[in-house]
C-alpha cells in the first residue's frame, strides 16, 4: 500500500464511522490519483462531510485505514502541513479587508506574508484586496476562502461545497480555478450537489448513497458504462410503432415515450437505425443521440431525486 499510495494523493480502505447503531460512513474504500479533480457526491446525509472530516484529522474513524499524501490518516500532523481546506464555509473579519484577513491567517499558521497578493490575484480578487470583507459577492467570499485554502502552497486541497449559492457566474469562476490549480499540480477533492458542475470540472467521481461507496473511478468510466439514448421522431406518428418492432428484431431495446421512440443503443447505431428506416419506407423526422449526463446516473444509482 506504502509504494500505491505515492502515486495517490489519498487513498482510503474499509473506512467507517459509527454513531451509536448507526453507520454515517460504512466500510469506504476509495483512492485519487495525484494532480486530478475528484468530484465527491452523494444524497443529503450520505457522509460527504464525515468522511472530509475523517480525513482532515477532525474526527477519528471508527474502523479502516488510509492515506493523505501518503502518509497514514491516523498521523494527521504528517500531511496537513501540505493540505489546503475549506469546509463548511469560510470565516472570515467582516469589518477586515481581503489582504489584511489572509495576513491574519497567514500570521498564525506561520506563512509568509508576500504570499497574500498573488494568492489574491491568483483568485481574481487583486483589484478588490483593499476592499472590506462586508462588502464582498458571495462568490468573492467563496474565492477568498479558496486563497486562505491555498496559503499553505497545497499539494491537496479539500473543499466542501465551494460552489454552493454562488450564480452561474460565480459557478464557473470557481470551475476555471478549480481547473487552473489541477493543471498545475494541485490535487482537487470537492464536494458538491451541484451534478451538472461536477461533471464538467472532474477527472475522478466518488459516489456516496447511505455512508456506502456506489462507484469510485474515472467519471468517463461511469458515463460510458450507461447507455445513451437515440430519440426517433417520424413523419407519419403510425411509422413509430412499426419502427420499434423492426428496432427489436435488430436486437435494440426500446419504448414509446409520447410521440418519440426512445431507443437504447450507443452513438454509433444511429446511422444503422436511420437505414433500417429507409429500408422499410419509414421517414425519419428527428434522430437525436442523447449522452447520459451524471445528474441521470447519479439519480439511477443512489435512487435519490436530491444530491
Known amino acids: 500500500m506504502a509504494e500505491q499510495s505515492n502515486l495517490l494523493a489519498l487513498d482510503v480502505n474499509d473506512l467507517s464511522k459509527k454513531y451509536e447503531e448507526r453507520f454515517a460512513v460504512s466500510h469506504a474504500s476509495f483512492a485519487i490519483p495525484l494532480g486530478t479533480i475528484c468530484g465527491f457526491v452523494g444524497p443529503n446525509g450520505a457522509g460527504k462531510t464525515t468522511t472530509i472530516r475523517m480525513l482532515l484529522g477532525l474526527i477519528n474513524p471508527t474502523t479502516g485505514s488510509g492515506h493523505v499524501l501518503s502518509e497514514e490518516i491516523s498521523k494527521p500532523q ?19 479587508s481581503g ?18 497578493q498573488p494568492l489574491l490575484e491568483k483568485v481574481g480578487l487583486g ?20 486563497a486562505a485554502a491555498l496559503l ?21 469562476e470557481i470551475r476555471a480555478l478549480l481547473r487552473q490549480l489541477a493543471d498545475e499540480g494541485v490535487s482537487v477533492f470537492v464536494s458538491s450537489h451541484l451534478l451538472s458542475e461536477i461533471e464538467m470540472i472532474s477527472d ?7 455512508g456506502k461507496v456506489v462507484f469510485s473511478g474515472k467519471t468517463e468510466d461511469l458515463l460510458s458504462a450507461h447507455k445513451p439514448i437515440i430519440v426517433v421522431k417520424t413523419e407519419r406518428s403510425a411509422d413509430l410503432s412499426r419502427l420499434a418492432q423492426i428496432i427489436s428484431q435488430n436486437k435494440f431495446e426500446s419504448k414509446l415515450i409520447n410521440d418519440e421512440l426512445h431507443i437504447s443503443a450507443p ?3 444511429a446511422a444503422s437505425i436511420n437505414k433500417l428506416a429507409f429500408e422499410n419506407q419509414i421517414v425519419i423526422s428527428v434522430l437525436n443521440p442523447i449522452k447520459p449526463t451524471l445528474e441521470e446516473t447519479f439519480f439511477e444509482m443512489t435512487g435519490s431525486p436530491n444530491a
Open 78 to 96: 504528517n500531511y496537513l502541513p501540505r493540505v489546503g481546506a475549506m469546509i463548511e464555509g469560510p470565516a472570515f473579519y467582516p469589518a477586515l
Open 99 to 116: 489582504s489584511e484577513n489572509l495576513k491574519v491567517l497567514a500570521t498564525i499558521g506561520g506563512f509568509p506574508l508576500d504570499r497574500v
Open 127 to 146: 483589484d478588490r484586496s483593499k476592499s472590506k470583507y462586508k462588502t464582498y459577492s458571495l462568490g468573492m467570499k467563496q474565492r477568498l476562502g479558496i
Open 152 to 172: 499553505p502552497n497545497p499539494k491537496l486541497l479539500i473543499l466542501d461545497e465551494p460552489t454552493n449559492g454562488l450564480d452561474p457566474a460565480g459557478i464557473q
Open 204 to 210: 475522478y467521481l466518488v459516489i456516496l448513497r447511505e
Open 267 to 269: 452513438i454509433s447505431a
